[in-house]
């Protein structure tokens, strides 16, 4: 069975926009016949990243496991990601970026990136490169498309793979049911089309890891240069 790894980066939890939109995703990941396995980001105890990869020229204090491994939850997030086969992160845009939550993962997660042929030899299969992914966040244009822009920027650089309409944004009135309701009385379906979106995307989570089974992005022909 394919695992979706879910993640909400919102300080809010279950209570806020970002989630709900996680939540619907994670119906049909189900309902496609995915297992789904939910991380709240916010009842993690995550410590700040201290830039091991940037104190030697080739990276080398930046190992894995993190040397936050049994301080912190860090340990147990990343090894989530390594045996998921999908990732799915939602999260509140602050000032045109995610959380601060959602930050400071991404900056552990670079133990990950920074030790992928150890780890895929450990494991058997690479912790990032060629897994899907796809980002839901609340919030109006201009600040999501900077916000899950940075975000794509980020995984794309570790390996990850967007899927088409990956990155899906909300406004936070449309889950507002006076607001919902209005909108159907006018025949505008926005919110009808986002929620779609947000099936597809289910979808894809689910049926492009079983395409792509035995397939490797990389032939491991050239080391990656430090820098």
Not at 76 to 95: F, N, V
Not at 144 to 154: K, R, V
Request: proline share 4%.
């Amino acid at each position: 069975m394919v695992k979706v790894l879910c993640i909400s980066g919102s300080p809010r939890g279950e209570k806020s926009d970002s989630e709900k939109m996680l939540q619907l995703l994670i119906n049909h990941i189900r309902k496609f016949g995915g297992e789904v396995e939910l991380i709240r980001l916010a009842d993690k105890n995550i410590m700040q990243c201290e830039g091991c990869y940037s104190t030697t020229r080739d990276g080398a204090k930046c190992t894995y496991p993190c040397i936050h491994q049994g301080k912190d939850d860090i340990g147990e997030i990343l090894e989530k990601i390594i045996s998921a086969d999908s990732l799915a992160i939602a999260t509140p845009i602050y000032w045109g970026t995610s959380s601060a939550l959602v930050h400071r993962l991404i900056e552990k997660m670079t133990s990950l990136e920074n030790n992928r042929e150890e780890i895929e030899k450990k494991s058997g299969r690479d912790p990032m490169l060629g897994k899907p992914f796809a980002l839901l966040c609340s919030q109006e244009a201009e600040g999501a498309s900077m916000g899950l822009s940075h975000l794509t920027w980020a995984l794309s650089g570790m390996g990850f793979m967007l899927l088409p309409w990956g990155m899906i944004f909300k406004p936070a009135l449309l889950n507002r049911k006076l607001v919902r309701a209005g909108l159907r009385i006018i025949r505008e379906r926005k919110f009808e089309w986002i929620n779609n979106t947000i099936r597809l995307a289910a979808r894809a989570l689910v049926s492009v890891p079983r395409q792509l089974e035995g397939f490797s992005f990389d032939d491991h022909k050239v080391k990656e240069p430090r820098c």
